[in-house]
């Protein structure tokens, strides 16, 4: 039995639109932010038995089919890289072949909303794969892992490293080289805090995977955006990390997540993630930006209402926190219910 804690990633450069949908294969680059494993994570513990009769899997204490073609892709590239195990002081010994017989129990936990924008299959794929690769003593590296947990949930190969990660989405058509590498450790640009505003916990109604079909079927924007704008961006992005510039880093981050969101709305029908609360969000962020010299926060959206808040520092974010609470006080009228703040941190 072996215990895991694997936090999310949100995207400030972002994925959006596959190019195979079974192997998850992006049509542009993304670059994510790893948060701190305190505030939104999930642990999976794994055990393997003799005892058990088949695969079973349980998600916040209820049982959930592991039946899916994205869990089935993982089990079984994770199977067929499986190496001998042994615990000579429990005497336990698990040859490479009997892994393909063995059943396995996973019990996974997330401490903040499931799918309901806060990226929680990045983190609950990323802790199945990283998890099983241990118990099963894989010997592949983390970018290797990445392309596992990748044909789980696309966003979950990001949250195999701390700091910051971008996802490269290679050429290869079977998926080798669209893995994820760490750009800079969770240490290089420490001064940054990170403040999410839960404009909603409640499930979203339209699915990433449904989203992006959408898109790619209906939007003209998709293939400029991912052709065009994101190939330069990231190239900018890296710079701006590189060089700890947040005034670059800001507006890269605000232009990607507005243009992801006009993306959906040149989707037919059209996607709203975003709602009134989250664009009152903007406009706030946007107004006091403006009236400094130079940035004080960025605001990214992923595929839900929720806002995430990233503030130049530690004075910055705490002036963050009086604005929003003072503008979306809890329980006012808006559907604003909480705060979450962190620095954002590494994979443990
Ligand atoms: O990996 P998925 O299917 O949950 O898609 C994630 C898509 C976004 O969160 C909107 C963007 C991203 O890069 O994480």
New binding site residues.
Partial sequence: MLTAQTPT???V????GKRDETL?L?IND?I?VTLDPDHLCTTTTVAVSPSFDQDKMWLNGKEISLLGGRFQSCLRELRSRACDFEDEKRGIKIKKADWEKLNLHIASYNNFPTAA?L????AG?ACFVFALAKLMNLKEDHSQLSAIARQG????C?SLYGGFVK?IMGKEENGSDSIAVQLADEKHWDDLVIVIAVVSARQKET???S??QDSCKTSMLIQHRAKEVVPKRVIQMEEAIEKRDFPSFARLACADSNQ?HAVCLDTSPPIF?MNDTSHKIISCVEKWNRSEESPQVAYTF??GPNAVMIARNRKTAALLLQRLLFHFPPHSDTDLNSYVIGDKSILQ
């Avoid at 450069?13 to 959006?16: A, E, N, R, T």
């Fill in positions: 990633n949100i995207a450069i972002k994925y959006w998850i992006p993304s994510s924008g990226a929680s299959s990045a794929l949930s696309g966003s979950a990001r996802w699915s990433s995977t989203g992006m992801f993630y992923d595929a």
